[in-house]
């Protein structure tokens, strides 16, 4: 997913160029790009769920380690999808030594309709001595696990697979006991690219079909398509030896519940191992309207049904988010199960 609400505003942060949501602005690498990835509408749909229910509201981050890492990436400003998004869940997942990066900048050549990412052509650019330095940030952060993510790169010959899988190596080399996962755009459907992306050896590839099939052409650009990103996983999977391969899907667009069991038995049919379902949330008025807030006990009977559909873990919840926790994900350990006893409210990108 990216992520359910557009949970990758990467880079805001450092560059802190003063637009608008919707306008177009000059990135400082010199090419145009639409803040928040859609352009202003002069009659926004109306959200059609009423107000956010109690069970979205967000704990305030805590805890010693979380508090020591948000000083670490201060002091060296660095950047983490975590804090960028700010996502409910960074307490939490900082503290077991989980985090988000995002690689290949934060503007996408895409602009899907549930995502705040910016979006524009950034004509190739690409920064070298990137690999290096999200490894490093991995080693400061002394992190059991990392997810690297990115946005669509449609102007670069391989979609950026490449660049990713180098940075996959140089965590590997820098940090040999950390895990990586990758959660990575379409590359078009290219078997190349991503089999480019797998021999780098990340311990999980994931890529997010988002939404249900009927509702893709409206959720998502129209480069994106529900097959692309079913055959994407399928490649993962085939070639992957060793490699668990994870989706996930938005709820709370207008799905109904046969497209909701279809699309899970799609991803089984690929072979797909991990699944997280969250809730859709508005990330600006000029992107798609919430059509409904789903409650936990529903999340709680989704990953029910998904587990019997035969994926070795799904985590479900109204605030989760793909990375929610995922070195538990990975090891199957009732990662759901302990979210929904412990707080339904309390779920991340």
Known sequence: MTTPGGAHGAHHALTAIPVVSGEKYRTPQGFSAVRNGQKRRAAPEPDRAGRKPRWLRAQLPSGARYQRLKSLMREHRLATVCEESHCPNIGECWNAGTATLMVMGGVCTRACRFCAVDTGNPS??????EPDNAAET?????????VLTSVDRDDLPDGGASH????????RRRSPKTAVEVLTPDFRGSEEAVRTVLASKPAV???NVETVRRLTPRVRDPRAGYDQSLDVLGIAARHGAGILTKSSIMLGLGERPGEIRQAMRDLRSRDVSLLTLGQYLRPTRHHLPVERYLPPEEFAEWREYGLAAGFREVVAG?????????????MGNNAGV?????NPAFSCP
């Open 318 to 330: 109204p605030l989760v988010r793909s990375s929610y926790r995922a070195e538990r994900a990975l």
């Open 338 to 342: 302990e979210l929904h006893t412990m």
């Open 164 to 171: 990713f899988a180098s940075c996959v190596r140089a965590i």
């Open 205 to 207: 590839f994931a890529h």
């Open 138 to 146: 991995v080693r400061m952060m002394d992190l059991g696990y990392v």
């Open 124 to 129: 190739g650019w690409l920064d070298a001595d």
